[in-house]
């Protein structure tokens, strides 16, 4: 990909094909866990959970309504653990198979509160699928029904996930160096 100036080029980490093969065995296990749904509502998380959510959707084989959150946590940190929803979903919760999917799940603080916000909407089930899972930086427990990856600590963009708002669309996810990351 041409690089836009001052913007450095990532090492890849998990790789197109890597991505892609995952995603076809996580669409199948959703069409199999949900044949029986009756209705069945997948929700993105904006905006980082969009390329994955498409890739994924476009493999699983059966009706199902599309909508999206988004959030921002106050401050600059999501560590102090609140988060603002931004954006609400457009359809009723109530009574249906909720599908939350987002690219990763980092301390879990979004997460949890979007999965409180679900189950108190009274939706029959609420299940969680994550491309990444940064186990290791995790503060409060969200239990992933469908984890693409288990990855290390470490900052990661691509296939959605930025950098000051670079970097979506790459199709890899990938590393920046150290020096390239200003704190
Ligand atoms: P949380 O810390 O689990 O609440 O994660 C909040 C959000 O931070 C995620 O949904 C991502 O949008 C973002 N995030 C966490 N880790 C990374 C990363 O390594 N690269 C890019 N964005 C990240
Ligand atoms: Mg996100």
Known sequence: ????????????????????ERL???????ERD???????????????????LVDLLKRVRMPLVVDFFQTSSYGTSTKRGEVRIRKDVDVAIA???VLLIE???DTGYTLRTILELLRFRGAKSV?????????????????????????????VVGYGLDYAEYYRNLPYIGVLDEADIED
């Open 24 to 30: 076809d065995q996580l669409a199948a296990e959703i």
């Open 103 to 105: 690219d990763i799940v």
């Open 127 to 155: 299940r969680l699928c994550a491309l990444l899972d940064k186990a290791e930086a995790r503060e409060v427990d969200v239990p992933i029904d469908y984890a693409g990856f288990t990855i290390e600590n470490q900052f």
């Open 34 to 52: 949900y044949a029986d749904s009756e209705r069945l509502i997948c929700i993105g998380v904006l905006k980082g959970s969009v390329f994955f």
């Open 1 to 20: 990909m041409r690089q836009a100036k001052g913007i450095a080029k990532p090492k890849v980490m998990i790789s197109e094909k890597a991505l892609n």
């Open 95 to 97: 009574g249906a198979d």
